[in-house]
Every structure is written in structure tokens, then in C-alpha cells.
């Protein structure tokens, strides 16, 4: 558990567009696991004043970066998916909770969900990482 709150936090210290461009929080950072929050503001907003796809996807992509990365082997994307149920709206809180479905050899399937304030679930995503060399943070 420290060893990925460790990674976790490395990794959002550097992640200046999670962080810096989009307004994210890292809120856990677990073995397998991480939780992330972004509040819509009017940047985040497309030409039907909803939050734009691309910024939900930023979220879950983001997650499933922190949740894959926990165990401080480097793992990238190697593939990924999302489904729109509901639009986040100005103001909204969104809350990413991205959980491991399976890791197996250098490969893993991640599942997150993002959810509104009021709990309701705007978006779900599935990632495949791929482990490569290095570690996140020095052994």
C-alpha cells in the first residue's frame, strides 16, 4: 500500500496536464486501484455547453494510468474504451474509481466508472496496460 501511495504521488507530481490543465485530484493511489476527481468548469465545456468526451476520457485514462502504474513497474496503454451515459454538466464533480480486473504476465484489464455528485454514472471505461521496462520511482 505505501509503495503505491509513493508511485501515486510521483507520478502527480509530474503530471502537469492531469494536474495543471485539466484541474484533476489524485484522491487513492492502491495496488490496482486509484481514485480521481475533475470539477467541470467552463473550459471544460463543448458547443452544447456539456462536458466535451474528450475531457470524461481524459479522467478515466488517467485513472486507469495511476491504478496500472501502482505497482511501480511502468505501464502504458495499450488499448481502451469508453461508454457515455450521461453528460457531466458545468459544475459537476466528477469522481473516476478505477479498479484492476486482472493482471497477468506484462498485460492488465482495468475497469473505471465515473460518477457524478450525485452518484449517478456518466461514463465507463475499460483499459488494457502494458507493462515496459523501468519503474516509476527508483527500488
Same mark, same amino acid.
Given at each position: 500500500?505505501?509503495?503505491?501511495? !509513493?508511485?501515486?504521488? &510521483?507520478?502527480?507530481?509530474? *503530471?502537469? #496536464?492531469?494536474?495543471?490543465?485539466?484541474?484533476?485530484?489524485? +484522491? &487513492?493511489?492502491? /495496488?490496482? $486501484?486509484? %481514485?480521481?476527481?475533475? $470539477? =467541470?468548469?467552463?473550459?471544460?465545456?463543448?458547443?452544447? !455547453?456539456?462536458?466535451?468526451?474528450?475531457?470524461?476520457?481524459?479522467?478515466? *485514462?488517467?485513472?486507469?494510468?495511476? #491504478?496500472?502504474?501502482?505497482?511501480? #513497474?511502468? &505501464? =502504458?496503454? #495499450?488499448?481502451?474504451?469508453?461508454?457515455?451515459?450521461?453528460?457531466?454538466?458545468?459544475?459537476? +464533480?466528477?469522481?473516476?474509481?478505477?479498479?484492476?480486473?486482472? +493482471?497477468?504476465? $506484462?498485460?492488465? =484489464?482495468?475497469?473505471? &466508472? %465515473? $460518477?457524478?455528485?450525485? *452518484?449517478? =454514472?456518466?461514463?465507463?471505461?475499460?483499459?488494457?496496460?502494458?507493462?515496459?521496462?523501468?519503474?516509476?520511482? /527508483?527500488?
Amino acid at each position: 500500500m505505501e509503495l503505491a501511495q !509513493r508511485v501515486g504521488q &510521483a507520478m502527480f507530481a509530474a *503530471d502537469r #496536464a492531469s494536474r495543471d490543465t485539466m484541474g484533476m485530484q489524485l +484522491l &487513492a493511489c492502491e /495496488p490496482g $486501484r486509484a %481514485v480521481m476527481q475533475m $470539477r =467541470v468548469t467552463e473550459a471544460h465545456l463543448n458547443g452544447h !455547453r456539456i462536458c466535451h468526451g474528450g475531457f470524461i476520457f481524459t479522467l478515466a *485514462d488517467s485513472t486507469f494510468a495511476f #491504478a496500472c502504474n501502482s505497482y511501480n #513497474a511502468v &505501464a =502504458v496503454a #495499450a488499448g481502451a474504451s469508453i461508454e457515455f451515459l450521461k453528460p457531466g454538466e458545468l459544475g459537476d +464533480l466528477l469522481t473516476c474509481v478505477g479498479q484492476e480486473q486482472t +493482471l497477468q504476465g $506484462r498485460h492488465g =484489464v482495468y475497469d473505471m &466508472a %465515473v $460518477r457524478n455528485q450525485r *452518484d449517478e =454514472v456518466v461514463a465507463l471505461f475499460r483499459g488494457k496496460s502494458a507493462q515496459i521496462k523501468g519503474n516509476v520511482i /527508483p527500488k
